[in-house]
């Protein structure tokens, strides 16, 4: 499976963004799928992730009330909406996706197949 992001970009502090996440083939059957973000000089940290057979999501604490995951299982895409962003957001997010194993969680070494990363920056 390959992954493909869009939907990055430069906001204001209090604006949204949505980012989308193309995958070359259904991800109906993977049991973990998830947003990371890594800053200049900071470690890859988990933004959220979420089950696609089921629908299960959980978030960050740094996000939770702010950022929503979801997918569109016809269409193979997984999305994040960012709203109400933070200077502190800034960062290169990335979509993953757990294709070799039934793992699903905050760590990044459980998933196999990640995207490209699209920029997002917040300026206050």
């Known amino acids: 499976v390959q992954l493909v992001e869009s939907g990055g970009g430069s906001v204001q502090a209090g604006g949204s963004l949505r980012l989308s996440c193309a995958a070359s083939d259904t991800t109906r059957g993977t049991p973990c799928m998830a947003w990371f973000r890594q800053a200049p000089g900071t470690e890859r940290e988990a933004v959220a992730y979420i089950t696609p057979r089921s629908g299960y999501s959980e978030y960050a604490a740094s996000v939770k009330g702010r950022f929503t995951i979801s997918q569109d299982n016809a269409k193979n895409t997984l999305f994040l909406q960012m709203d109400n962003l933070k200077p502190e957001d800034t960062a290169v997010y990335y979509c993953?996706?757990?294709?070799?194993?039934?793992?699903?969680?905050?760590?990044?070494?459980?998933?196999?197949?990640w995207g490209q990363g699209t920029q997002v920056t917040v300026s206050s």
């Open positions: 993953a996706a757990v294709i070799h194993g039934n793992l699903c969680g905050w760590d990044s070494d459980w998933y196999n197949a």
